[in-house]
């Protein structure tokens, strides 16, 4: 395995409208400034990396120090009149807030700096790319910037230079829809390569462009890769996994033993999916795997609030690590009102799964720091049909639990009915939720509840037998949908309030073990639930009115009809991090 030139970094910040409208629409008349006097601090995020207030989106790591440029609103709690924001960490986990790296100031970005990203040149160089907009219809460039002080550790200033923009679209793109740079690899012919999201009527696009200098790009004749029917590729990423071992890969690395990974974001579902397959250094050409399904039923990072995310490979450990950005499940209004809207949501590390047919998600290691020395314990503890049992001893609207789950057999799993759509576990887990008793499941956490359970939100799992194909399935549930009483009422699954599913995803595990893991980090508005080792993940954004702060309680719970065994159950409370001057 090679690696052709110095490592890349990526700078996270795709420029995102939030809720379920569409990408980068504007909300001028919502513009206003808030007070921090005024930020409603209920639902805050403790350990998630947060602004103090307003609107965020938005890793790289050079010379010692990670960065985190994000997509923020100076003035309200809206998308419009975004600055790329700037905030250092030694650790992923501290932060220190800086000056703003880009703010729109020049002809070529003066309606928007928009999403980014950036690759340190030879000679240790770093260089960003970003879209500009540049009038009011919309039209998209791509620019550059350069750090003022290479000496300065924290890269405080950023310069535009005049001779920008460097790419504009040709007759063939849509100017409108043409953006977010991804972060370059260097192949053997001397040429750099990125790519850019877009879209051709309704085939995603993801444009390949090329340059021997990083100054004149030229588009390639094909595109990257592209699919039929998506709509519009936003925040798309490219990059090498292993096929073996837990190491990340340089973005520009080669070798008999790795495979791509191609991620898009798209507008059209406000949801992110990804393929694993080979790319042809010749041809540049992606092309997924046979058994990949790529558009709207593939695979996701995160089936939950998850969107605008980035990858970047950590060469002070040797890994890649993902950031996704998690958006409000509240109105516009209310965003307004609390001052704030978006999270970042914890760092994870990237890795093949060995089966080479998905990826394994992992809070980083620091995360772990986090943990207090106030923690709870539960041993081969069996609950029966249900039975609640409350996990005392720690706060449980700021924790971390880890937890694995036995059952002895699995022939009381409910049968999975084939006129439910294998790909919509989202749909399946709302008609059968955490109160629908089944045969082996729903079993799981119940998290953020209130004292007499008027609100919660469930995290659990449901076996079904698919009799068809004599398989047993595991389907993993996040239900947002009784989080809030609302008059007295619990907020209604039609979404008139706000945006609370049951979110759902099958985890691809071997259940011929009889035992599954799940682990939850619960942060007062969020929790970002990882199923079997990493296999599938969902977040939900909830907002409870009664389950808050120290009024907060957990539970493990059963409603199959056959017990399950808790093997073990560690949870601990959860320390805040120095977010300093954020």
């Known amino acids: 395995m090679a690696f052709a030139l110095p490592w890349a970094f990526i700078i996270f910040s795709c420029s995102l409208a939030f809720s379920v ?44 120090v990670y960065h985190l440029f994000y997509q923020y609103n100076p003035k309200g709690a809206v998308w419009g009149n975004i ?64 750090p003022a002080n290479l000496s300065d550790p924290y890269l405080r200033d950023w310069i535009k230079p005049d001779d920008n923009p460097l790419i504009v679209a040709d007759a063939s793109v849509n100017r409108t829809a043409f953006r977010d740079p991804t972060t370059a690899w260097y192949g053997s012919d001397g040429h750099w390569r990125i790519s850019l999201g877009g879209r051709r009527k309704r085939r995603g696009m993801a444009f390949l462009y090329r340059s021997r200098d990083f100054r004149h790009w030229v588009k390639a004749r094909h595109p990257l890769h592209s699919v039929a029917g998506t709509g519009n590729f936003e925040c798309p990423d490219f990059f090498p996994v292993m096929l073996r071992g837990s190491n990340g890969l340089d973005t520009s690395a080669v070798g008999n033993d790795i495979k791509h990974v191609m991620k898009v974001s798209l507008d059209a579902t406000r949801y992110e999916y990804y393929t694993i397959g080979t790319y042809d250094h010749k041809s540049d050409r992606y092309t997924p795997d046979a058994h990949m399904i790529d558009g709207w039923n593939g695979l996701r990072y995160d089936y939950g609030n998850f969107y605008a995310s980035k990858s970047f490979f950590d060469p002070k450990k040797n890994r890649r690590i993902l950031w996704g950005w998690a958006n409000e499940s509240d109105t516009t209004d209310n965003d307004i009102q609390k001052g704030w809207a978006g999270i970042q949501l914890l760092p994870r590390t990237l890795v093949l799964d060995p089966n080479g047919k998905q990826l394994l998600q992992w809070p980083i290691e620091e995360v772990d720091t986090l943990r207090s020395s106030n923690k709870v314990e539960i041993d081969d503890k069996e609950i029966q049909t249900g039975e609640l049992v409350e996990v005392e001893g720690i706060t449980a609207a700021q924790a971390d639990v880890e937890v694995t789950f036995s059952f002895s057999d699995l022939d009381k799993a409910e049968p999975f009915d084939r006129r439910w759509n294998r790909y919509d576990a989202q749909r399946i887990c709302g008609r059968r939720d955490s109160t629908v008793g089944g045969g082996l499941g729903p079993f799981g956490l119940v998290t953020f509840a209130s004292e007499k359970m008027e609100e919660y939100t469930p995290v659990f799992f449901r076996v079904f037998k698919d009799e068809q194909y004599n398989r047993s399935l595991l389907l993993l549930c996040s239900d947002a949908s009784r989080s809030t009483l609302m008059n007295g009422k619990t907020a209604m699954k039609n979404g008139t309030d706000a945006y609370r599913p049951s979110f759902g995803g099958f985890v691809d595990v071997d259940l011929r073990e009889k035992r599954v893991s799940l682990r939850s980090l619960i942060d007062h508005s969020v929790v970002e639930s990882f199923g079997g080792g990493g296999k599938t993940v969902i977040t939900s954004r909830v907002y409870p009115t009664m389950a808050v702060g120290n009024r907060a309680r957990l539970f493990v719970f059963n409603n199959g009809t056959e017990p399950v065994r808790v093997d073990r159950l560690v949870g601990w409370s959860m320390k805040a991090p120095l977010h300093m001057n954020q």
């Open 83 to 146: 600055v790329w924001a700037h905030s250092v960490s030694m650790d992923l986990i501290n932060w220190m807030r800086v000056e703003p790296a880009i703010v729109p100031s020049k002809p070529f970005d003066q309606y928007g700096c928009w999403s980014g990203s950036g690759t340190v040149l030879p000679g240790n160089k770093p260089v960003i790319l970003y879209t500009g907009i540049v009038d009011k219809n919309n039209t998209q460039v791509q620019n550059y910037a350069i």
């Open 21 to 64: 409208r569409g990408s980068h629409r504007l909300y001028e008349s919502d513009l206003r400034s808030v007070s921090p006097a005024n930020v409603d601090q209920l639902h805050r995020t403790a350990y998630h990396f947060q602004p103090p207030e307003h609107w965020i989106n938005g890793p790289m790591y050079y010379n010692g």
